[in-house]
T-cell receptor
């Protein structure tokens, strides 16, 4: 089974802090994705990566950056956290672009 | 542009009832891929099924079945003899745009909240 592991289930940070969310997959997948999920807005793609050191903006990249130094790890960075970034963050990976994305358990991030 | 519509925001049934979750999609492409995911209260998204646009054969997996009809651009999901453990949010999703910049990006519907009462 594919295992996608997110570093924290719950996280509380303060406004202005730099926040790192880590995601690791164990299936040698090429593609990795970061989403946020908010009530009434559904799932929205923040950034994705189809290869090591490669990144592409999704639908809502503002205020975020990503890093993919190794194939199995994809990090989401909130450069200066703001309260409107309080959300559920979901990481996913897939073997190829038309294959299912497999998701981690999610990180509920609260910015105070 | 691609779009996925799940018109049913919430459905409530009693255990052992059958329930169908509707999904209608829009795409200009002839090659595309459809998915269903389940999100239980614990929060993780669980992959259920993938269908490509060239395979209209219906699929059954235990109590779950899927009906794909290209003529109506629908990919509906039926749970037979529902159980309390089926309570979750269910998402239909689409990948299209093979070879383009959007290829590989999932377009999700808004989700249907299913509650199964004992």
């Amino acid at each position: 089974d594919v295992k996608v592991t997110q570093s924290s289930r719950y996280l509380v940070k303060r406004t202005g802090e730099k926040v790192f969310l880590e995601c690791v997959q164990d299936m040698d997948h090429e593609n990795m994705f970061w989403y946020r999920q908010d009530p009434g807005l559904g799932l929205r793609l923040i950034y994705f990566s189809y290869d090591v050191k490669m990144k592409e903006k999704g639908d809502i990249p503002e205020g975020y950056s990503v890093s993919r130094e190794k194939k199995e790890r994809f990090s989401l960075i909130l450069e200066s956290a703001s309260t409107n970034q309080t959300s559920m963050y979901l990481c996913a990976s897939s073997f190829s672009q038309n294959q299912p994305q497999h998701f981690g358990d999610g990180t509920r991030l609260s910015i105070l | 542009a691609q779009k996925v519509t799940q018109a049913q925001t919430e459905i409530s049934v009693v255990e052992k009832e059958d329930v169908t979750l509707d999904c209608v999609y829009e795409t200009r492409d002839t090659t595309y891929y459809l998915f269903w995911y389940k999100q239980p209260p614990s929060g993780e998204l669980v992959f259920l099924i993938r269908r490509n646009s060239f395979d209209e054969q219906n699929e059954i997996s235990g109590r779950y079945s899927w009906n794909f009809q290209k003529s109506t651009s629908s990919f509906n999901f039926t749970i037979t003899a529902s159980q309390v453990v089926d309570s979750a949010v269910y998402f239909c999703a689409l990948i299209d745009g093979a070879g383009g910049t959007s290829y590989g990006k999932l377009t999700f519907g808004q989700g249907t909240i299913l509650t199964v009462h004992p």
